[in-house]
Nanobody
């Protein structure tokens, strides 16, 4: 199982980024996918989830209305569109598969996001 996240960077408050995560080593189209983020010294925190077919999506309250999760099962890729970014959104963002209460495999290297003026 492997996750490769990309798309992070430095952005000013109010800016946007689109993160991508390519997954391999499991049946991606049958798996719920989740996004988490981790700020230095803190535990990973849930950001968003998207069901296997993309029909159900849920977000942490802190990102509702600003972030949008989507997926392309033909490309084994999940996305996170992040708009109106704020300094509190700073952190390393990870994706991971989730099945029956268990994370699929190990965390990838993540992609860092820094929101600063």
């Amino acid at each position: 199982v492997q996750y490769t996240e990309s798309g992070g960077g430095l952005v000013q408050p109010g800016g946007s980024l689109r993160l991508s995560c390519v997954a391999s080593g499991f049946d991606f189209s049958s798996e719920e996918m989740r996004w988490y983020r981790q700020y230095q010294g803190s535990e990973r925190a849930f950001v968003a989830l998207i069901s296997s077919g993309g029909g159900f999506i849920n977000y942490d309250n802190s990102v509702k209305g600003r972030f949008t999760a989507s997926r392309d099962n033909a490309k084994n890729t999940v996305y996170l569109q992040m708009n109106n970014l704020q300094p509190d959104d700073t952190g390393v963002y990870y994706c991971i598969g989730y099945y029956r209460g268990i994370f699929r495999g190990s965390w990838g290297q993540g992609t860092p996001v820094t929101v600063s003026s």
